[in-house]
Nanobody
Framework: QVQLVESGGGLVQPGGSLRLSCVAS????????MGWFRQAPGKEREFVGR????????YYADSVKGRFTISRDNAKNTMYLQMNSLKPEDTAVYYC?????????????????WGQGTPVTVSS
């Protein structure tokens, strides 16, 4: 069966950096567009960014643009989220997701598979 497993979350001070990983199995990774989402306590899940099947195209939410970078290594079935200049408002559980959509999408309902999430806490 399809599995997406995130890792790399933790506690970091404001201004710090973290790199999240998402390892996929049970699917042809290179055939799926991938996305990162996050959900803070008491809030709805929100879009963070997405990457095309080849990795040649990315798109980010305004709230993270210029601070976060998404990449992927199709040979390793892995997607990454490099997070720099972290702020307390970035605190959330971060999820990776995969979609067979033919076009890029930022809508959670368009994603077919989800990981279990990894928590990120930004606090001094």
């Amino acid at each position: 069966q399809v599995q997406l497993v995130e890792s790399g979350g933790g506690l970091v001070q404001p201004g710090g950096s973290l790199r999240l990983s998402c390892v996929a199995s049970g699917l042809t990774f290179g055939s799926y567009r991938m996305g990162w989402f996050r959900q803070a306590p008491g809030k709805e899940r929100e879009f963070v960014g997405r990457i095309s099947r080849s990795g040649g195209s990315t798109y980010y939410a305004d709230s993270v643009k210029g601070r976060f970078t998404i990449s992927r290594d199709n040979a390793k079935n892995t997607m990454y989220l490099q997070m720099n200049s972290l702020k307390p408002e970035d605190t959330a559980v971060y999820y990776c997701a995969a979609t067979r959509s033919l076009v890029g999408t930022s809508t959670p309902d368009d994603y077919d598979y989800w990981g279990q999430g990894t928590p990120v806490t930004v606090s001094s």
